[in-house]
């Protein structure tokens, strides 16, 4: 603790419980918009990974508000908000949407799937033919009619879910800009920046899952595809990072009278995670490879190597980003004259090992749907040939 702070703010009160929440929102609201890049804008190139995106979403979506309910008291209470409405409330705003939008990707997952849970029943066992029964609500028709039809619903709602996905997220930005006592969140940026950090995570995860999985199985990458999110991926992380650095830039040439307060937070307390980490490293090596694999034709094997590696990059700088919004807008004393300290726990019921399950628990979800509906076309799920293999 340097300087003066007050009592009740030595210690940190959203701790990484409320960091891992707009991370995983943000996973959603990105997966989702790489689904809707296909069933909506027929970007046909990554196909391979549309159906995984919007079931990864709806997998995400189940566990986003995880972490808040980790971090409330009584997490009983989470539900008064649905029961007794209040409209003019930003958490309740919060829960309205989220319900919502997750009735319309449920539907959305339903209607993709559907013709393969068919398939499924018909070549079942007894518990899967009960299980696909159930899921399918005892429809078991299926015909290119049908298929045709449920395809337009799909595009209706993957359009409908953009401006849904983008308030999910955005509200978070929201939620922080609207604290107009803390300089560090109270910016109208505040809002755009996390609904594109969100999609550049989004699109980072299906690369590094994607290629991950093909590696482990032995599958053939979808060179089109990767080469395609790649793309995508230099784009929105261009625009994000900008915002970010525009945000900074904004508050400084302002020079209020907070500045003061903000220069010794950016150049001392985050000075490691958010100049070092965030853009030093996070930002610019995953710019320049990105940059350089959509710009030149690299060999598959280098392109891959490339664009996992931009990824994995791309998912830790969005996670410092949560980290130094929330983290850092709490260590700095109302009164201006000080800073605290944050060093997250262990095994505490917020600690970093609850965290990681958390995250976890989606990506084993992921593989459990896999099992029963494949998430990827058969095209994509083709062993290597050996000549492949060996020419790399």
């Known amino acids: 603790m340097d ?12 701790t990484v419980m409320i960091v891992l929440y707009p991370y995983i929102t943000g996973l959603v609201a ?7 890049l296909y069933h909506l804008f027929d970007r046909h190139q990554i196909k391979a990974v549309s159906r995984f995106s ?15 309910l980790m971090h409330l008291g009584r997490p009983d209470r989470a539900f008064n908000i649905m029961i007794t409405p209040h409209f003019t409330s930003a958490m309740a705003g919060f829960g309205y949407i989220y319900s919502a939008y997750f009735i319309v990707v449920a539907i959305e997952v339903w209607l993709v799937v559907r013709s393969d849970l068919v398939k499924r029943y018909e070549s079942g066992g007894l518990l899967t033919r009960a299980f696909c029964s159930v899921v399918l609500l005892g429809d078991r028709r299926d015909s290119p009619e049908m298929r045709r039809a449920n395809h337009r619903i799909v595009r209706f709602l993957a359009g409908l879910g953009i401006p849904m996905a983008c308030l999910l997220h955005g509200y978070v930005g929201f939620l922080f800009g609207s604290v107009k006592a803390n300089p560090w969140w109270s910016t109208p940026l505040m ?9 550049v995570s989004g699109i980072a995860v299906l690369t590094f899952h994607y290629m991950t999985i093909a590696w482990i199985n032995g599958w053939k990458v979808d060179q089109e595809c990767v080469r395609a999110l790649g793309g995508f991926l230099w784009g929105f992380m261009i625009v994000a990072v900008s915002l970010e650095v525009l945000e900074v830039l904004s508050i400084a040439y302002k020079q209020t009278e907070e500045w003061e307060l903000l220069y010794l937070l950016i150049t001392k307390k985050l000075f490691f995670t958010y100049v070092i980490l965030q853009y030093l490293v996070f930002s610019l090596i995953p710019f320049f490879l990105l940059g350089i694999n959509t710009l030149f034709r690299l060999r598959d094997r280098v392109s891959n190597v490339v664009l996992w590696v931009a990824s994995v990059m791309l998912l830790a700088q969005v996670l410092l980003m949560r980290w130094n919004v929330v983290i850092g807008g709490q260590l ?5 004259r000080g800073f605290t300290d944050y060093m997250p726990g262990w ?8 965290a990681v399950i958390i995250f976890t628990i989606p990506f084993i979800l992921l593989y459990v749907f896999h099992r029963i509906v494949p998430l990827f076309p058969p095209e994509v799920m083709v062993k290597k040939s050996k000549d492949a293999t060996a020419q790399g």
């Open 54 to 68: 919007l079931v990864a979403a709806l997998v995400f979506l189940m566990f986003a508000t995880l972490p808040l």
């Open 347 to 354: 095994g505490t019921r917020e600690g970093l090992i609850v």
């Open 332 to 336: 700095f004393s109302k009164s201006h």
């Open 191 to 199: 809002f755009v920046i996390f609904i594109f950090s969100a999609i």
């Open 3 to 14: 300087g003066y702070v007050f009592p009740n703010e030595v210690n940190v009160v959203w």
């Open 30 to 36: 990105g997966a989702f918009v790489v689904s809707s």
